[in-house]
């Protein structure tokens, strides 16, 4: 029986195959909308996961500004923090290693090339090159990491290396930061981030004179001992650091944030806008729901004397119902497998898209089979649900007025 529905609706669908196709766009692109946004918000949620995996949770970040007034780091020209903030987050117990960073734009010249971009200066004490060593993300993958003692040599990040400039960036290779001569002695690996892998990194002591550094360090990363509690540990962080500065708790000039919670705040982030963009694409979906209604009015008008035909010859009013449901929901699930199919290609166009522009590959889409399968029941859902009144209003129509209907 179910077949016979199924045949019928396919049949009534594709005797009017522009006007279906023009009813089904509404739904596709509502669906091939909600799959991409979902899938590369979910994507790009995936890898950041994967990233703080590999850095590892026991990581504590401080940087200046407070949370509670805006983005962390948003208020660094009125909240600084110094190489004295550097010293006693080091003493507090639990902390393994802490790095000190400054980081700064400046004018970079290689082969005639010149670009501004970001230069890290960290620190070539024997501790803060323990720390360097300990963070993944500033690996060595060709020739040497800086060293005490270093003088105007620098370290590329990956893409710094590769293809920042036209041609690339080897150990060995010269080139000039704000005017001055540097010589390149290291590649760091791929971070797959374009904030680490765009970096040219050099001793801090030469930050003073060529940025008026005064002391001050942008960010400090630190690593806490293996078994003990990072929040905890964190709390003893901003207890030292709040009485350093003569600030009250709840009025800090500083943030101080595990790997976990920066996650956290990552992913409801990513959360908020993702739901806020598939809200967005919903509303083609409504389109779409309200352009099948039409067109099942617009079927149940034409198709009147047949209703009566098919009521004269035995059909029962629930016969009629489940034909037009069954054909809405047929219009709706196939506008959803289109959709999903564009859904698909849009995101991992996106996907190379941003890849070749990036050089990395931070957004990869993600198409778990709950979304597709959802994706599917929601496109029949809205076909069946706008597909109801219209059903109703067939399934109402007496036999008698049917066959005189003109």
Avoid at 139 to 156: F, K, M, S, W
Avoid at 334 to 345: A, W
């Amino acid at each position: 029986m179910i077949t016979d529905y199924l045949i019928m609706a396919a049949r009534n669908i594709t005797k009017k195959r522009l006007r279906s196709w023009l009813t089904m766009m509404g739904i596709f692109v509502g669906i091939a909308a909600v799959v991409a946004l979902i899938s590369i918000g979910q994507g790009f949620q995936r890898t950041i996961n994967e990233e703080f995996e590999k850095v590892g949770t026991n990581r504590i970040t401080v940087q200046p500004g407070s949370a509670f007034g805006g983005t962390p780091g948003s208020s660094m020209l009125s909240a600084k923090l110094y190489d004295r903030d550097v010293r006693i987050v080091r003493r507090v117990s639990g902390v393994e290693y802490a790095l000190g960073m400054f980081i700064t734009n400046a004018k970079l010249e290689f082969k005639d090339e010149v670009k501004y971009g970001m230069v890290m200066c960290t620190p070539t004490d024997a501790e803060s090159l323990k720390a360097i060593r300990s963070i993944s993300f500033l690996d060595i993958e060709t020739g040497r990491e800086l060293r005490g003692g270093d003088n105007y040599v620098a370290v590329a990040g990956y893409r710094f290396g590769t293809d920042y400039f036209d041609k690339p960036v080897k150990a060995g290779d010269k080139l000039y930061i704000n005017g001055k001569r540097f010589e390149v002695v290291g590649v760091q690996k791929k971070a797959g981030t374009g904030v680490h892998d765009l970096i040219i990194r050099i001793p801090m002591h030469l930050c003073d004179g060529m940025f008026n550094r005064s002391e001050e360090v942008s960010m400090i990363s630190i690593l806490v001992r293996q078994g003990l509690d990072p929040p905890g540990v964190a709390d003893a962080i901003s207890e030292e650091l709040r009485q350093d500065h003569g600030r009250k708790k709840g009025e800090e000039d500083f943030t101080v944030q595990t790997a976990q919670q920066i996650l956290n705040s990552f992913n409801a982030i990513i959360g908020v806008v993702q739901a806020v963009l598939v809200g967005i694409a919903a509303i083609s979906l409504l389109v779409g729901g309200i352009g099948i209604m039409n067109t099942m009015y617009t079927a149940v008008l034409e198709r009147t004397k047949e209703i009566g035909i098919m009521k004269a010859v035995g059909a029962r009013n629930s016969d009629i119902m489940k034909l037009f449901l069954f054909e809405s929901g047929l219009l709706g699930i196939t506008g959803g497998i289109i959709g999903v199919v564009l859904g698909f290609g849009i995101s991992k166009a996106i996907e190379f898209a941003i890849t070749m522009a990036l050089g990395d590959s931070l957004l990869r889409a993600y198409f778990p089979w709950q979304l597709i399968m959802g994706a599917l029941a929601f496109a029949f859902v809205v076909g069946a649900a706008s597909g109801t009144l219209p059903a109703l209003q067939a399934a109402s129509l007496k036999p008698v007025d049917a066959l005189r209907y003109e």
